[in-house]
């Protein structure tokens, strides 16, 4: 139990019933990490036989079986070393034991501290070494003595920061300072000095709180007798003189010079995020153009494989950062790119497509990397029709056998079998084809030369059946049945749920119940953003920039944008160009994260008249950005996972001419939502 779980608990004794929204605004964190917390107290409670607690229609509820004073006397009792460690959290623990103490300590005091025993610690002796190395510190060992830290004090004070920094380690305080900590070094004090200057300093809130956070320790280690050795300089930044002029006499300048270092790296990071926050929507967009182009080339579709579109998004991101790639993935990977020809030739061919969009020339490499995550999602679509019995009806060609023989095996590995029109399909097989017209439904017909449609056409077929296998073979619990059974049934006979909030409510009492451990973060569905009420049609707009103004007021009444939003989204589009239109008739504006981001939202408009995105060009049939838009979608989002499936399946559902023709059709927004639903749910079947 970390210390939000206890300030939760703490809070529904006292009411019982709080709205979900309460909670995360208070602390500061996610619905789903509120959600994982709650998952976790529910254990607690249950294993103690104290009751339960549980989510519903958006407010936290506590259901005791006993006295609160029972579960107050309980939670208060709860201590640092108390609390059953795995091997990594002991070892961090022994680390910072080592940290806190001037000279050796010995095993039986650590064995003592974590009341584990001797063979124990001395296991996580290894782990902590391990630990200690990554973070530029050194653990000495001595015979009837114990163990010491020997390292820079810069070091153990950004090591401790690291820790500090993090919400899942505060129940680790009490291992770092000691218990009235805050009264000895006059946090207060500290706190008010600095944020007096704010408006001074220009420092986000991220970076404030890191100052204030290195001062803590400064003053504290200096108190302990832990001082700073290596002289530190700083250049003369507002930053550095204010600290100076409010901390002289209480924070040694050298420290304040180390402290103005480690923020001055920090806001180098920042401005690295906001740079690929910035170009990451981009980057996406010419992702998908990439993997288009190498599906035709190699004639596999690649283009629904959302693992290959999310990783290979990450590593162009990566490429953007100049980070180091090496010894990231456990593979030969000479021997892959040696063996892989063919997969080299095209990633060489449309390699200008990303280089042009990250400014520079790739690395060997980034661009062996590239061949790795092509060849993945090649094996991957390989195994995933292994275990499948396939058979093809043609002529009886020996040539034409043998040319669809080769050509499939090579990109399928599903058992096959060849028939001709003389023979009688023997036996059971989960997919049939056929290059001849055949009255049979079941059947799936392809051409003799087997083109590029009719390797989408297979691959969709193969994927249909491999998810209905994996629903065939789904297997649950007879008393885990009759409790989701009971569960549904309740959420159904609430009268107030539409079908929209029902299937939500259904989905929260699930989640309710999941493994804390086995929960993360998931991608929210494009429908799940473009709910009916976010879908406006015969929108009025005189130009881009008014159709900008009226989708972005789905978002602003809503509270999920400021208005600065909208004004950032149409000065990017000044700047840039109409970027943002991504395919025919299609608009997606965007802009980097910033605090004008409230929520990860979207909003779509059909235009009653379509406008020119493109103030200098018009109706150039080679260039789609010329072209007039009659969808404008927009979309804020707050990080840079939680929306990148739906804007997967966009691309993906804008690709398709069927669909762009039946949302032309389509006469409300409950209509196009429903469009947008059952082609998402088709695709992710596919998958």
């Known amino acids: 139990m970390n210390q939000r779980s206890k300030e939760i608990l703490t809070m529904l004794l006292e009411k019982s019933k709080v709205p979900l929204t309460d909670i995360t605004e208070i602390h500061e964190v996610s619905e789903r990490t509120i959600r994982n917390d709650i998952a976790s107290l529910n254990d607690y409670l249950a294993n103690l036989d104290f009751g339960s607690m549980y989510i519903?229609?958006?407010?936290?509820?506590?259901?005791?079986?006993?006295?609160?004073?029972?579960?107050?006397?309980?939670?208060?009792?709860?201590?640092?070393?108390?609390?059953?460690?795995?091997s990594s959290e002991r070892s961090l623990i022994c680390l910072l034991i080592l940290i806190a103490h001037r000279g050796y300590v010995t095993l039986n005091q650590l064995s003592e501290k974590l009341l584990a025993s001797r063979s124990t610690i001395v296991n996580d002796v290894k782990i902590m070494r391990e630990l200690a190395k990554k973070h530029h510190l050194k653990i000495f060992s001595k015979a009837n003595k114990g163990y010491q830290l020997i390292a820079k004090e810069e070091d153990i004070r950004i090591f401790l920061y690291s820790i500090l920094s993090q919400e899942n380690f505060k129940v680790l305080n009490s291992l770092i300072f000691d218990e009235h900590y805050e009264e000895e070094i006059g946090f207060g004090e500290l706190r008010n000095r600095l944020f007096a200057k704010r408006h001074l300093l220009h420092l986000s809130e991220k970076l404030l709180e890191r100052v204030l956070q290195y001062l803590v320790i400064s003053t504290y280690r200096n108190q302990k007798g832990f001082p700073l050795h290596t002289v530190f300089r700083a250049e003369e930044s507002a930053l550095f003189k204010e600290l100076v002029k409010s901390f002289t006499g209480i924070i040694p300048q050298n420290d304040l010079a180390f402290i103005c270092q480690q923020v001055s790296e920090s806001n180098q990071a920042e401005l690295l995020d906001e740079l690929i926050n910035k170009e990451s929507i981009r980057i996406q967009v010419t992702v998908m153009k990439f993997i288009e182009k190498i599906s035709t080339e190699l004639h596999i579709d690649f283009k629904e494989d959302y693992i290959f579109y999310e990783n290979f998004s990450a590593h162009i991101l990566r490429m953007l950062r100049k980070e180091d790639f090496q010894g990231d993935i456990s593979l030969n990977m000479e021997d892959i790119v040696r063996s892989n020809q063919k997969i080299q030739k095209v990633v060489r061919q449309y390699l200008p497509i990303i280089e042009e969009n990250i400014g520079r020339k790739a690395t060997q490499t980034e661009f062996h990397y590239m061949i790795i995550h092509v060849y993945a999602a090649m094996e991957r679509k390989k195994r995933m029709g292994s275990n499948l019995r396939v058979a093809v009806l043609t002529e009886k060609k020996s040539t034409e056998v043998f040319f669809i023989e080769s050509k499939l095996v090579s990109n399928f590995s599903?058992?096959?079998?060849?028939?001709?029109?003389?023979?009688?399909?023997?036996?059971?097989y989960d997919l049939i084809l056929t290059t001849l017209p055949v009255q049979h439904e079941s059947y799936v017909q392809i051409s003799p030369f087997i083109t590029d449609e009719d390797y989408i056409v297979i691959a969709n077929a193969v994927n249909q059946i491999v998810a209905e296998k994996e629903y065939h073979d789904f297997r649950l619990d007879r008393d885990i049945a009759l409790k989701l059974y009971q569960m549904i049934s309740q959420e159904i006979d609430e009268e107030s749920h539409s079908r929209q909030t029902l299937k939500e409510a259904i989905k929260d009492r699930m989640f309710t119940y999941v493994d804390s451990k086995q929960?993360?973060?998931?991608?929210?569905?494009?429908?799940?953003?473009?709910t009916a009420d976010r879908i406006l049609l015969d929108v009025e707009a005189t130009d881009w920039r008014e159709s900008i103004q009226k989708v972005g007021h789905i978002l602003l009444e809503r509270q999920e944008i400021t208005a600065e939003y909208l004004d950032v989204v149409t000065g990017n589009i000044?700047?840039?160009?109409?970027?943002?239109?991504?395919?025919?008739?299609?608009?997606?504006?965007?802009?980097?994260?910033?605090?004008?981001?409230?929520?990860?939202?979207?909003?779509?408009?059909?235009?009653?008249?379509?406008?020119?995105?493109?103030?200098?060009?018009?109706?150039?049939?080679?260039?789609?950005?010329?072209?007039?838009?009659?969808?404008?979608?927009?979309?804020?989002?707050?990080?840079?996972?939680?929306?990148?499936?739906?804007?997967?399946?966009?691309?993906n559902l804008l690709k398709d001419t069927k669909f762009k023709i039946a949302l032309d059709a389509c006469q409300t927004g409950e209509d196009i939502h429903r469009l947008i639903e059952e082609q998402e749910k088709r695709m992710e079947l596919r998958r």
């Open 56 to 86: 519903k229609r958006k407010h936290v509820i506590l259901d005791l079986q006993v006295s609160k004073l029972a579960v107050y006397e309980d939670i208060n009792k709860f201590d640092v070393y108390e609390y059953k460690f795995s």
């Open 414 to 428: 599903f058992n096959l079998d060849i028939y001709s029109t003389d023979d009688t399909i023997r036996g059971e």
């Open 519 to 530: 929960v993360v973060e998931e991608d929210k569905l494009l429908y799940e953003f473009l």
């Open 574 to 651: 000044e700047e840039m160009g109409p970027y943002v239109v991504i395919s025919n008739g299609f608009a997606f504006p965007h802009a980097q994260l910033g605090n004008y981001n409230k929520q990860t939202a979207m909003g779509l408009i059909r235009l009653a008249e379509p406008v020119y995105f493109d103030d200098e060009e018009q109706d150039n049939p080679h260039n789609i950005e010329t072209l007039p838009v009659k969808y404008v979608c927009i979309l804020s989002t707050t990080d840079r996972k939680k929306h990148l499936k739906a804007i997967f399946n966009l691309f």
